[in-house]
C-alpha cells in the first residue's frame, strides 16, 4: 500500500444512533471506492467492520473498525463506530483520532438520543460535520421530516446539499445542488430552485462579501459558493446533508467526494497540542520529518496473535523493524511490523507517516492513551478519557478448571476496553465487572468464553451490610473444658458501647489487679476481632463498636492464649445479640443529569427507592443535575433503569457516602435471604 501525505488522508468517524445503518453504508463505501468486491450485509454477519462473532450475533456494531477507503488519488480512513450506547468507550477512542464527523441519520427515523449524544460530542471537539439521511430505500422513507428534525433538534445551520430522486422503494439517486444542476429529473424539478436557494443563502451568510453580492442580486458563481461552503464546514457554521442508501449503494460516490472535497485532511485540522518533555506545551504538526507522536487509541487481546495496537501517527514517521518509547511508562518498545487494518485483515507497510492511521502487534507495555515517540525527542500527547463504568456484576467461574483463568482473561479484557472494570471487591468476597451497561458486560463475558476459554456465570452483586449494636452492654463468657489431665479453661467480661458511624472497631483494656494476666490480653482481642469479622446476625462484619476487657479470671494451670482466644470469640457474639443489634447498608451519593423535563419523575423514582434528595440544580441547557443520597440496594440496576426512563438521555455517577441502619421491615428480609443462603 502506497504512502499518503498529510494533504491527501481524511480521518472520518462515522456515528449514529443504533441501527442508523453505518455497517451497511461503510460497506457501500468500500465497494463504491473499490477497496472490497462485493459487499457484505449485516443479516448475514459478513460485512468488513463487524467481524466479532459477537457483532454478527448482535447484527450490530460492538467496537470500532477502522475502513481506509482510496478515492480520487486520496486515502480516507472511515472509523466505523458502535451506536448503542454501551460500547461508547469505542465512539470515544474514535472521536479522539478523528478529523471529522459523518453523522449518520435514518431517514424514516430521523435524528434519534444516540444521534443527539454523539452530535454534542462532536460539536465539543469543534470537528467538522457532514449529515447523511441513510436507508432512503426504505418503507416510509421521508427525507423532507429527516432533514426537519435534523434542523429541529441540531441547528438551522444543517443544510441539504443534494436531493433524493425518489425514496423508498423509487429512491433510484441523487441531485447534486453544488454546483447548479443543469439537468434536473422530473422528480425533483420543482424543488431544485427553492433547495439551491437555501444553500446559497446558507454559504453567504457566513461571510460579509458574500452576503453583500447575495442581497444586491450579483450572480455568486459556483466555484464561490464551493470555496466558501468548505470554509463554512471548516469552521463549523454549516453541517451539509446529504442522502443515501447503503444497502442499495446509492449516494455513496457522492458521500466520498464530499468527503474528499468538504472535510479536511490533518494538513488543515485541529491542531494536536502535546506536552514536551523538554519546551513545555507546544503546537504539534503533521510534519513526516518532525518528532515522532503516535496516539494509541485502541488496543486488542488475541490469544493467538497477542496483542494488537491501534495508532495514529501526528507527527514524524514509524517504521517497521525500529523502535519507539512510550511517554506514558518510560520503556522502549520494538516495533517489528506495521500494518494497516481494514477491519480484521491487515496489510503489511514499511512505515507510516504523520496523519496516518495504522497498527502494530505484541508490545508489550503500551496501552490505550499511550503516546509513542523518541526518546531523544520526547513528546506526550493527552490522552483519551473515558466514562467511569455504571453497571457491576459480580463474576463466578462456571467450573474449577475457569477459576484459575478468570482473572487473567478479565484483565486482558479490560486492556481492550478502558471502560470496563475487574476487580474483587474485599467486603464480600467476590470478583466484580463493571461496565456501562449489561449488553456491555454480557458480551465481555461471550468475549472471555472465546478468547480465552473461560466459562463465566454472572450474578448480581452482594450487598457489603455491616452489623453493629445500638446499646452498650456488658456480658460475661466463662470457657471451661475437662477431659483429664490438662483442660481449658478462659473467663472474661467485656462491655460493648457503640461508636458513631465510620468508626470501625475498637479494643481496649481496663484489666486491674492481674485478673487477666497481661500475655492473655491480645488473645482475647483477637477472638473478638475473629468474631466480628464472621459477624453475629447474618455473617457480615461488626463495625463502629468498642469493646472493652475489664474483667476476669483464669487458672494458672489450664487456661492458655487459645483457651481466651475463645472466651473472646464466643463472648463478642454473645454481647452483640444482648446490645440491640442493627444491620447496617451503604448509603450512596448519587449525582445525575436528565433533562428538565424527567426531573420530576426521576425525583419520584429515587423517593421510591428510599432515596433522600439533597438537591435539584439547573445547569442552564435544559439539563437538571439531581443530587441525593441513595442505598446502594436500591441501585443496582439504576444505569439500565435511568436510560429507560429518560430514552438514555440521563447520566449518572455514583460513589461510597456512609453507612446507615436498614429498616427493620427491609432488615428482615435481608436476614432471611442471609439464612437461606446458608442453608444453601
Not at 470501625?504 to 492473655?520: I, Q, T
Not at 454473645?574 to 428538565?596: C, N, S
Request: glycine letters at 8%.
Amino acid at each position: 500500500m502506497q504512502t499518503f501525505s498529510a494533504d491527501r488522508l481524511r480521518n472520518v468517524a462515522l456515528l449514529s444512533h443504533s441501527g442508523a445503518g453505518k455497517t451497511s453504508l461503510a460497506e457501500a463505501l468500500l465497494f463504491t471506492s473499490g477497496a472490497i468486491p462485493r459487499m457484505g450485509r449485516v443479516d448475514d454477519g459478513n460485512t468488513v467492520s463487524d467481524y466479532e462473532p459477537e457483532e454478527a450475533k448482535r447484527r450490530g456494531s460492538i467496537q470500532l473498525a477502522v475502513l481506509p477507503c482510496p478515492w480520487r488519488e486520496c486515502k480516507i480512513n472511515l472509523l466505523d463506530t458502535p451506536g448503542y450506547f454501551d460500547f461508547i468507550a469505542e465512539a470515544l477512542s474514535v472521536l479522539r483520532v478523528a478529523d471529522a464527523a459523518v453523522l449518520v441519520v435514518a431517514a424514516k427515523a430521523g435524528v434519534e438520543v444516540g444521534t443527539e449524544q454523539m452530535w454534542q460530542r462532536v460539536k465539543a471537539l469543534g470537528l467538522p460535520c457532514v449529515i447523511v439521511v441513510n436507508k432512503m430505500d426504505r418503507e416510509n422513507a421521508d427525507f423532507s421530516a429527516a432533514v426537519e428534525s435534523i434542523r429541529n433538534l441540531l441547528g438551522k445551520h444543517c443544510v441539504p446539499v443534494q436531493l433524493p430522486i425518489g425514496a423508498a422503494q423509487t429512491f433510484k439517486g441523487v441531485v447534486n445542488l453544488l454546483p447548479r444542476p443543469q439537468t434536473v429529473p422530473d422528480e425533483v424539478a420543482g424543488q431544485v430552485k427553492e433547495a439551491w436557494e437555501r444553500v446559497v443563502e446558507a454559504v453567504a451568510e457566513t461571510d460579509d462579501d458574500l452576503a453583500t453580492k447575495y442581497l444586491e442580486g450579483e450572480t455568486i458563481t459556483d466555484d464561490e459558493l464551493s470555496k466558501h461552503l468548505k470554509k463554512a464546514v471548516l469552521a463549523g457554521t454549516v453541517v451539509p446533508v446529504l442522502a443515501a442508501s447503503g444497502l442499495q449503494n446509492l449516494g455513496t460516490k457522492e458521500l466520498l467526494d464530499t468527503i474528499i472535497d468538504l472535510l479536511p485532511s490533518p494538513a488543515v485540522a485541529r491542531t494536536a497540542i502535546v506536552a514536551a518533555q523538554t519546551d513545555g506545551q507546544q503546537p504539534l504538526t503533521p510534519d513526516p520529518d518532525g518528532p515522532l507522536a503516535a496516539l494509541v487509541f485502541k488496543t486488542t487481546a488475541d490469544p493467538f496473535v497477542g496483542r494488537l495496537t491501534l495508532f495514529r501517527v501526528y507527527s514524524g514517521t514509524i517504521r517497521t523493524n525500529s523502535e519507539a518509547y512510550d511517554a506514558n511508562t518510560g520503556q522502549t518498545e520494538r516495533i517489528a511490523q506495521l500494518f494497516v487494518l481494514r477491519g480484521k485483515s491487515q496489510e503489511a507497510v514499511p512505515s507510516l507517516a504523520a496523519g496516518d492511521i495504522g497498527a502494530v502487534a505484541k508490545l508489550q507495555g503500551t496501552a490505550t492513551g499511550h503516546t509513542l515517540t523518541n526518546k531523544e525527542r520526547p513528546v506526550r500527547l493527552e490522552g483519551i478519557s473515558f466514562p467511569a463504568p455504571v453497571y457491576s456484576m459480580a463474576v463466578y467461574p462456571k467450573t474449577k478448571a475457569d477459576m484459575d483463568k478468570l482473572s487473567i482473561a478479565l484483565h486482558r479484557l479490560v486492556e481492550e476496553d478502558p471502560s470496563l472494570k475487574f476487580t474483587h471487591d474485599a467486603d464480600t468476597g467476590e470478583a466484580v465487572l463493571q461496565g456501562q451497561g449489561d449488553a456491555h458486560v454480557d458480551v465481555m463475558v461471550q468475549r472471555a468464553q472465546r478468547k480465552f476459554g473461560v466459562a463465566l456465570v454472572l450474578q448480581t452483586p452482594r450487598i457489603p451490610y455491616r452489623e453493629t449494636v445500638r446499646s452498650q452492654t456488658s456480658v460475661e463468657h466463662r470457657y471451661k473444658k475437662q477431659s483429664g489431665g490438662h483442660g481449658n479453661f478462659a473467663h472474661i467480661v467485656i462491655r460493648l458501647e457503640p461508636l458513631p458511624r465510620g468508626s470501625g472497631l475498637e479494643f481496649a483494656s481496663e484489666v486491674v489487679g492481674g485478673v487477666v494476666p497481661k500475655e492473655f490480653i491480645p488473645a482475647v482481642e483477637k477472638g473478638v476481632r475473629r468474631a466480628c469479622q464472621e459477624g453475629v446476625l447474618a455473617g457480615y462484619p461488626v463495625v463502629d463498636l468498642r469493646v472493652v476487657l475489664y474483667d476476669g479470671s483464669y487458672h494458672p494451670v489450664d487456661s492458655a492464649g487459645g483457651d481466651f482466644e475463645t472466651a473472646g470469640h464466643f463472648g463478642l457474639k454473645k454481647g452483640v445479640l444482648q446490645g440491640e443489634p442493627a444491620l447496617l447498608e451503604p448509603i450512596m451519593r448519587l449525582k445525575a443529569a436528565v433533562p428538565d423535563t424527567y426531573a420530576g419523575d426521576i425525583i419520584g423514582d429515587l423517593n421510591g427507592r428510599r432515596g433522600r434528595i439533597l438537591g435539584m440544580n439547573p445547569t442552564g441547557d435544559g439539563q437538571t443535575e439531581v443530587e441525593a443520597q441513595v442505598p446502594l440496594a436500591e441501585m443496582q440496576r439504576y444505569a439500565l433503569d435511568l436510560r429507560a426512563k429518560t430514552q438514555g438521555r440521563g447520566t449518572f455517577s455514583l460513589e461510597f457516602g456512609h453507612y446507615e441502619e436498614v429498616p427493620p421491615y427491609q432488615a428482615q428480609q435481608v436476614l432471611e435471604q442471609a439464612k437461606q443462603a446458608a442453608k444453601a
